[in-house]
């Protein structure tokens, strides 16, 4: 099993920027992309980014390219995501999740994903 730790979520004002953690613990062994999800109030759980574990490949939804980046520690179990240039329209619930997968894949539809944090709320104001 691994546990899966968000953090860094919050309130911020529209052009503002927040930085997401999740800490991986437990069964880290092994080969796992991770992925950033969101949801919104109303709407389905969507796919935001997702880094392979060799860092290598990278995805991004089309709406927060350029704006968001995302990144990991493999020595701190630890992927980030930072987010710049936030709309109002980012407001959601923020999810890692993890997929044991080998190192040079990712994947967008979340039902490849095996482990899920609790989520934490990012904000932003207009």
């Known amino acids: 099993q691994v546990q899966l730790v968000e953090s860094g979520g919050g309130l911020v004002q529209a052009g503002g920027s927040l930085r997401l953690s999740c800490v991986a613990s437990?069964?880290?062994?092994?080969?796992?992309?991770m992925g950033w999800f969101r949801q919104a109030p109303g709407k389905e759980r969507e796919f935001v980014a997702a880094?392979?574990?060799?860092?290598?490949?990278?995805d991004y939804t089309s709406v927060v390219k350029g704006r968001f980046t995302i990144s990991r520690d493999n020595a701190k179990n630890t992927v980030y995501l930072q987010m710049n240039s936030l709309k109002p329209e980012d407001t959601a619930v923020y999810y890692c999740?993890?997929?044991?997968?080998?190192?040079?894949?990712?994947?967008?539809?979340?039902?490849?994903?095996?482990?899920w944090g609790q989520g934490t709320q990012v904000t932003v104001s207009s």
């Open positions: 999740a993890a997929r044991y997968v080998g190192s040079y894949r990712t994947g967008r539809a979340s039902s490849l994903y095996d482990y």
């Open positions: 437990g069964r880290t062994s092994g080969s796992y992309a």
């Open positions: 880094i392979s574990w060799s860092g290598t490949i990278i």
